[in-house]
T-cell receptor
Framework: AQSVTQLGSHVSVSEGALVLLRCNYS??????LFWYVQYPNQGLQLLLK??????LVKGINGFEAEFKKSETSFHLTKPSAHMSDAAEYFC???????????FGAGTILRVKS | NAGVTQTPKFQVLKTGQSMTLQCAQD?????MSWYRQDPGMGLRLIHY???????DQGEVPNGYNVSRSTTEDFPLRLLSAAPSQTSVYFC?????????????FGPGTRLTVL
């Protein structure tokens, strides 16, 4: 069974600092990988996804993630945090064959002024 | 397009009561799903459907029923509510059941069972 581990349930950064949210997955074959963001009292929206085309994936709002097969990781980064980035971020994995998305536990990002 | 809509936004039930959470999408998506979100556990799949008339169980299906009579609607029924079903429920849809597809989420229903 596939699983996702997000290291750190809470991450706090200063405005303008680097954002790094960690995600590791377990899968016998390279899966499809996603990052979703949830703003307070809203549903989830897609930030970016990896579907084996390119290992470095660029998403919305300046976020990007790099797929590293050797490390089974898909960490999310942004060079400079904005106050508006404060939200909960979810990493998710989906098998290449099948249609069940498995989510990590989520990381709450706090941005300090 | 309204996207994915869910009603109600909030609901309080007593133990043993039944209710239906409504979900509709206007994007002509084949795939629809229901998740529950609990603190520290992310989202867990309850049931999903790959098209009208076809449904299947997800990770946590017990205590919930679904049906898909039309492409647009995918209601979730709680048969006999329990306090363990207190959660935030999200409906999602995607163009097809392909695992590479983006899922579009509704705004959620916050359910409390007393």
């Amino acid at each position: 069974a596939q699983s996702v581990t997000q290291l750190g349930s809470h991450v706090s950064v200063s405005e303008g600092a680097l954002v790094l949210l960690r995600c590791n997955y377990s899968s016998s074959v390279p899966p499809y990988l996603f990052w979703y963001v949830q703003y307070p009292n809203q549903g989830l929206q897609l930030l970016l996804k990896y579907t084996s085309a390119a290992t470095l994936v660029k998403g919305i709002n300046g976020f990007e993630a790099e797929f590293k097969k050797s490390e089974t990781s898909f960490h999310l980064t942004k060079p400079s945090a904005h106050m508006s980035d404060a939200a909960e971020y979810f990493c998710a994995v989906s098998p290449q064959y099948g249609n069940k998305l498995v989510f990590g536990a989520g990381t709450i990002l706090r941005v300090k002024s | 397009n309204a996207g994915v809509t869910q009603t109600p936004k909030f609901q309080v039930l007593k133990t043993g009561q039944s209710m239906t959470l409504q979900c509709a999408q206007d994007m002509n998506h084949e795939y629809m799903s229901w998740y529950r979100q609990d603190p520290g556990m992310g989202l867990r799949l309850i049931h999903y459907s790959v098209g009208a008339g076809i449904t299947d169980q997800g990770e946590v299906p017990n205590g919930y029923n679904v049906s898909r009579s039309t492409t647009e609607d995918f209601p979730l029924r709680l048969l006999s509510a329990a306090p363990s079903q207190t959660s935030v429920y999200f409906c999602a849809s995607s163009e097809t059941g392909g695992s590479y597809n983006e899922q579009f989420f509704g705004p959620g229903t916050r359910l409390t069972v007393l």
